[in-house]
């Protein structure tokens, strides 16, 4: 419990915090992998370049420091970090690494406001924020270990099998090399891969959603080739089937948990499809009795993922809809069979199907497209507790 004093001086350095912006956070990585190197082995050094990391990172703390007196406004915040930190297996000694480069960051940042008080306000603060953490983190490591199948920490998987889906995505079926079953998920978790190889210049840990329902077998994820990127790259390259990856347990704050009454409507562009065919998996596997909806934006037939499975699926559901853009389609895409509509997801031209009474709204893709899709809905008057979305890459507020 923080003292009414140390809440006050974390809450007066929110001004400092505002004018450093993220170049407080890239400070801080550049001298935590400074001195800490084996930190390159965990972190997502692409996050790193591209920045995206530190600005996360930032956003946590600066919301921590102006909410520091009211928890509850951080605790979604919180839960979706914890899930993500132990998709990366972090482990309690290591915030005792990050808050010393935290703190050392402040003093040299702002030598003059870095008063032995606001450094001692701010060790305070950072290790009641670790302290949660940790305390979550473990409850979710001892979930996945308890459940059936479950474990703790990184398993061997197999690849058994590799499979096209798209010109850029291809599927992997993952089975447990001790032939153990493996733990069920929610629709819309992810598992994490902690790839190494000679290949690689460092381990690399990546998350893939799971894009089928649990079956308490195998888990199957889905990879879009990135230009330039290292992990997607590798995955489609070198991975064969019969390889081994080291795998983490399923986790993720982004699931679909609903009432057989309630309707569901499935958003995605691109690979952001992948936690949407987990959930219509499972909806169809459990009999859903409202309307499902399955809207979905991709460039053209050739990039179009698991195109055929999902026809199938609508002729044999009368309830899911489905309804396709196709951003340039090809000579040899048919609309009204491939496609219904040319050009980027316009959610107007389907408002009478899918503004549907307590309808909940899943969305997964590039970040403008979420940008788009949750501007529509709340236009609609949609409120966001019926809006759920997951970001490919560190979180980032809509
Ligand atoms: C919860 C979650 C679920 C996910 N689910 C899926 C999924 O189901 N399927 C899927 O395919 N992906 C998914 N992802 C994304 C996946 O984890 C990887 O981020 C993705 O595969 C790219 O990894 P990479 O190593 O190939 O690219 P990275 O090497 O990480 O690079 C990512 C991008 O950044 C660019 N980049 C790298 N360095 C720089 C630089 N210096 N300057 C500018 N740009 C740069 C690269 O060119 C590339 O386009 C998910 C991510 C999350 C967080
Ligand atoms: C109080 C301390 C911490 C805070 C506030 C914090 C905050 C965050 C945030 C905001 C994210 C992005 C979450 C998302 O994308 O949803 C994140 C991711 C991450 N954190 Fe932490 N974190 C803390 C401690 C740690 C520690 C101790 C480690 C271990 C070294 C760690 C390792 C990571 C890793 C590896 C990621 C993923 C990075 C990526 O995808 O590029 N964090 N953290």
């Given at each position: 419990?923080?003292?009414?004093r140390?809440?006050?001086i974390?809450?007066?350095?929110?001004?400092?915090l505002?004018?450093?912006?993220?170049?407080?956070?890239?400070?801080?990585?550049?001298?935590?992998f400074?001195?800490?190197?084996?930190l390159?082995?965990?972190?997502?050094?692409?996050?790193?370049k591209?920045?995206?990391?530190?600005?996360?990172?930032f956003a946590?703390?600066?919301?921590y420091?102006?909410?520091?007196?009211?928890?509850?406004?951080?605790?979604?915040?919180?839960?979706?970090?914890?899930?993500?930190?132990?998709?990366?297996?972090?482990?309690?000694?290591?915030?005792?690494?990050?808050?010393?480069?935290?703190?050392?960051?402040i003093?040299?940042l702002?030598p003059?406001?870095?008063?032995?008080?606001?450094?001692?306000?701010?060790?305070?603060?950072?290790?009641?924020?670790?302290?949660?953490?940790?305390?979550?983190?473990?409850?979710?490591y001892?979930?996945?270990?308890q459940?059936?199948?479950?474990?703790?920490?990184?398993?061997?998987?197999?690849?058994?099998?590799?499979?096209?889906?798209?010109?850029?995505?291809v599927?992997?079926?993952?089975?447990p090399?001790?032939g153990?079953?493996?733990?069920?998920y929610l629709?819309?978790?992810y598992?994490?891969?902690?790839?190494?190889?000679?290949?690689?210049?460092?381990?690399?840990?990546r998350?893939?959603?799971?894009?089928?329902?649990?079956n308490?077998?195998e888990y199957?994820?889905?990879?879009?080739?990135?230009?330039g990127?290292?992990a997607?790259?590798?995955?489609?390259d070198?991975?064969?089937?019969?390889?081994?990856?080291?795998?983490?347990?399923?986790?993720?704050?982004?699931?679909?948990?609903v009432?057989?009454?309630?309707?569901v409507?499935?958003?995605?562009?691109?690979?952001?499809?992948t936690?949407?065919?987990?959930m219509?998996d499972q909806?169809?596997t459990l009999?859903h009795?409202?309307?499902?909806?399955?809207?979905h934006?991709?460039d053209?037939?050739?990039?179009?993922a698991?195109?055929?499975?999902?026809?199938q699926?609508?002729?044999?559901?009368?309830?899911?809809?489905?309804?396709?853009?196709?951003?340039?389609?090809?000579?040899?895409?048919?609309?009204?069979?491939?496609?219904?509509?040319?050009?980027?997801?316009?959610?107007?031209?389907?408002?009478?199907a899918?503004?549907?009474?307590?309808?909940?709204?899943?969305?997964?893709?590039?970040?403008p497209?979420?940008?788009?899709?949750?501007?529509?809905?709340s236009?609609?008057?949609?409120?966001?507790?019926?809006?759920?979305?997951?970001?490919?890459?560190?979180h980032?507020?809509?």
């Amino acid at each position: 419990m923080l003292d009414s004093r140390t809440i006050e001086i974390v809450k007066s350095t929110v001004p400092l915090l505002e004018s450093a912006n993220t170049a407080l956070t890239e400070h801080f990585y550049k001298r935590m992998f400074r001195d800490n190197p084996e930190l390159k082995d965990v972190f997502n050094l692409s996050h790193q370049k591209t920045g995206r990391q530190p600005a996360a990172l930032f956003a946590a703390v600066l919301a921590y420091a102006k909410n520091i007196d009211n928890p509850a406004v951080l605790s979604a915040a919180v839960e979706r970090i914890a899930h993500k930190h132990t998709g990366f297996s972090i482990q309690p000694a290591q915030y005792d690494i990050v808050g010393h480069h935290l703190l050392e960051t402040i003093k040299e940042l702002a030598p003059d406001a870095a008063t032995p008080e606001v450094i001692d306000a701010w060790a305070q603060a950072y290790g009641a924020l670790a302290g949660i953490f940790i305390g979550r983190e473990e409850q979710l490591y001892q979930q996945s270990e308890q459940k059936d199948g479950g474990w703790r920490g990184h398993r061997t998987f197999v690849v058994k099998e590799k499979r096209v889906e798209s010109e850029q995505i291809v599927s992997f079926l993952l089975v447990p090399e001790d032939g153990g079953a493996v733990a069920d998920y929610l629709p819309g978790q992810y598992l994490n891969l902690h790839l190494d190889s000679p290949e690689l210049e460092h381990k690399e840990y990546r998350q893939y959603s799971l894009c089928q329902a649990a079956n308490g077998r195998e888990y199957r994820i889905a990879v879009k080739r990135e230009p330039g990127g290292v992990a997607s790259n590798f995955m489609h390259d070198k991975v064969q089937v019969g390889d081994q990856l080291q795998v983490l347990p399923p986790a993720g704050d982004f699931f679909m948990e609903v009432s057989t009454e309630t309707p569901v409507v499935l958003i995605s562009g691109g690979v952001g499809l992948t936690p949407m065919r987990a959930m219509l998996d499972q909806l169809l596997t459990l009999g859903h009795q409202a309307d499902i909806h399955w809207l979905h934006a991709c460039d053209n037939g050739a990039q179009h993922a698991f195109k055929n499975d999902i026809q199938q699926r609508r002729q044999a559901h009368v309830n899911l809809n489905t309804h396709i853009w196709y951003r340039t389609p090809a000579e040899t895409d048919q609309p009204a069979e491939d496609y219904h509509a040319e050009g980027l997801m316009n959610l107007a031209k389907v408002k009478d199907a899918i503004a549907l009474d307590g309808a909940h709204y899943y969305f997964c893709g590039p970040l403008p497209f979420m940008a788009m899709v949750k501007e529509q809905l709340s236009a609609w008057g949609i409120e966001d507790s019926r809006l759920h979305y997951e970001v490919f890459g560190p979180h980032q507020a809509l």
